[in-house]
């Protein structure tokens, strides 16, 4: 196992939350399908978007800095040029890990985040993590 998987599965193991930016409202969409997917595994999900009201059943939060509790893993579905600004506001909300999906990787996210001293993982998808571990946390594991 490398050392990235263990942080993977490390990350699966503790965190209950999800926060997820870039959340989608279209089911065919992987922004949609990854947070539904998991939440049917039992973590809980907060959609973040722009142009949302509701996601996965899910009140949606149009930033980071909107949601009124503290936030751990930062899952993230927007391209990889924006993964700067979404780790600078990832850190300033009190973030503690920050998720690149599957296609999304940037040095300076990378940079920005680990300074931070939040956990990092780039360019890996949560659904295949999640049946690679069989890794789950409560509810519907169907």
Not at 6 to 18: A, K, M, Q, S, V
Not at 63 to 70: F, G, K
């Amino acid at each position: 196992m490398t050392a990235t998987d263990e942080l993977i599965e490390r990350i699966l193991r503790d965190y209950d939350t999800i926060t997820v930016v870039g959340a989608s409202a279209d089911p065919e969409k992987a922004a949609n399908e990854v947070p539904a997917y998991m939440q049917r595994r039992g973590w809980r999900i907060i959609p973040v978007n722009p142009h949302a009201d509701e996601i996965v059943g899910e009140k949606v939060y149009r930033s980071l800095a909107e949601i009124p509790e503290q936030v751990g893993l930062v899952d993230v579905f927007r391209p990889s040029e924006q993964t700067p600004e979404i780790a600078r506001q990832a850190v300033a909300a009190g973030a503690t890990a920050l998720w690149l999906q599957l296609g999304i990787r940037s040095a300076e996210a990378r940079e920005i985040a680990e300074s931070a001293g939040l956990l990092y993982i780039e360019d890996r998808c949560l659904i295949i993590e999640q049946r690679r571990s069989h890794i789950v946390k409560r509810g519907n594991v169907s």
